[in-house]
């Protein structure tokens, strides 16, 4: 597919995604890897005006799900299709997952199209990182520690089905951490889960590059 290493970061918002990404880029860095770190919406244009509706005002369902998949277009063909085909491991905070959580779970929303639709746009990363955690204590967490109003897209009914979602996903390639920990024993639950598939790629490399 590729030789670099797609990781994803899911979870609904309060569960720890960034901190977990700067730790794990920081363990990366230490063992001699330079992740690429992206995350979706991206700062391109359209995920710019996809997170000014989330205070101005959200789009139409129909409008939001279009603004989200040229996004992701934008964003696989600028950065993460080059620098996975160069190599590197790419760490994003979101991908499709959250479209069929948050735009799947819209009021005339339907889960099951929007993953349809995701899975046959979209290639599918070699691993999904979902922080999860009980939506109030989330939800809390923002407030708290971050002294910020819930947008939008965090009201606690719409990160229940999130949630839900997620849970409907979770397999082999979709790995649930629970977020609830401290975050050291959390970064340690993502270490365990990422390294086998960092090295899995990264010893399928070595030997197709000395057959
Ligand atoms: P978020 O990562 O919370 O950005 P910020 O830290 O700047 O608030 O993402 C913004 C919101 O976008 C988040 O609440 C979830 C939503 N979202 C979707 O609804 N669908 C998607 O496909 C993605 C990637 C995000």
């Known amino acids: 597919m590729w030789p670099g290493v797609f990781l994803?970061?899911?979870?609904?918002?309060?569960?720890?995604?960034?901190?977990?990404?700067?730790?794990?880029?920081?363990?990366?860095?230490?063992?001699?890897?330079?992740?690429?770190?992206?995350?979706?919406?991206?700062?391109?244009?359209?995920?710019?005006?996809?997170?000014?509706?989330?205070?101005?005002?959200?789009?139409?369902?129909?409008?939001?799900?279009?603004?989200f998949i040229h996004d992701r277009t934008e964003h696989l063909r600028g950065l993460i299709m080059p620098s996975l085909a160069a190599g590197r491991i790419v760490i994003l905070d979101r991908y499709f997952y959250s479209t069929i959580a948050?735009?799947?779970?819209?009021?005339?929303?339907?889960?099951?199209?929007?993953?349809?639709?995701m899975e046959s746009l979209f290639p599918p990363p070699d691993?999904?990182?979902?922080?999860?955690?009980?939506?109030?204590?989330?939800?809390?967490?923002?407030?708290?520690?971050?002294?910020?109003?819930?947008?939008?897209?965090?009201?606690?009914?719409?990160?229940?089905?999130a949630r839900e979602v997620f849970r409907s996903l979770a397999g082999d390639r979709f790995r649930r951490i629970d977020a609830a920990s401290d975050e050291r024993a959390v970064a340690d639950a993502v270490w365990h889960e990422a390294l086998p598939v960092i090295q899995a790629k990264r010893l399928l490399r070595a030997a197709r590059l000395n057959p």
């Open 8 to 67: 994803v970061f899911e979870g609904i918002d309060g569960t720890g995604k960034s901190t977990q990404i700067r730790l794990l880029d920081e363990r990366l860095q230490a063992a001699g890897e330079t992740p690429v770190l992206s995350r979706e919406p991206t700062g391109g244009a359209w995920g710019q005006r996809i997170r000014e509706s989330a205070t101005a005002g959200r789009m139409t369902p129909a409008d939001e799900l279009q603004a």
């Open 127 to 161: 691993l999904v990182l979902w922080l999860d955690l009980d939506p109030a204590q989330a939800l809390r967490r923002i407030t708290a520690h971050r002294g910020e109003v819930p947008n939008e897209f965090e009201r606690q009914e719409g990160l229940e089905s």
């Open 102 to 117: 948050y735009q799947g779970t819209r009021p005339g929303g339907d889960t099951v199209a929007v993953r349809q639709t």
